[in-house]
């Protein structure tokens, strides 16, 4: 099992910036891929960006390319979602998750989810 924690949500004004982190534990983390995903009042869940086992592969959505940034601190089991240029559509409640590949995390294969963290951009 890995249990993952997520932090850093909070009300950001339009334009600002906010750093999510995921704290994993359990099995080692550096044996998984990782991910971001979001999921808004009343839409379906989506994927915003995923990383490698050693950083080395990141995916994004198109939505957020250019403006958010996937990175990972294998020493300490973390990984991170820096958001710049923060607009109210990016309002939702954010999710980490763990799986096989950064490729296969982007197709919504998870294994492992934390509990989310609630992001809120005002216009």
């Known amino acids: 099992q890995v249990q993952l924690v997520e932090s850093g949500g909070g009300l950001v004004q339009a334009g600002g910036s906010l750093r999510l982190s995921c704290a994993a534990s359990?099995?080692?983390?550096?044996?998984?891929?990782m991910a971001w995903f979001r999921q808004a009042p009343g839409k379906e869940r989506e994927f915003v960006a995923s990383i490698s086992t050693a950083g080395l592969a990141t995916y994004y959505a198109d939505s957020v390319e250019g403006r958010f940034t996937i990175s990972r601190d294998n020493a300490m089991n973390t990984v991170y979602l820096q958001m710049n240029s923060l607009k109210p559509e990016d309002t939702a409640v954010y999710y980490c998750?763990?799986?096989?590949?950064?490729?296969?995390?982007?197709?919504?294969?998870?294994?492992?989810w934390g509990q989310g963290t609630q992001v809120t951009v005002s216009s």
């Open positions: 359990g099995r080692t983390f550096s044996n998984y891929a």
């Open positions: 998750a763990a799986g096989q590949t950064a490729a296969t995390l982007r197709g919504s294969r998870t294994n492992y």
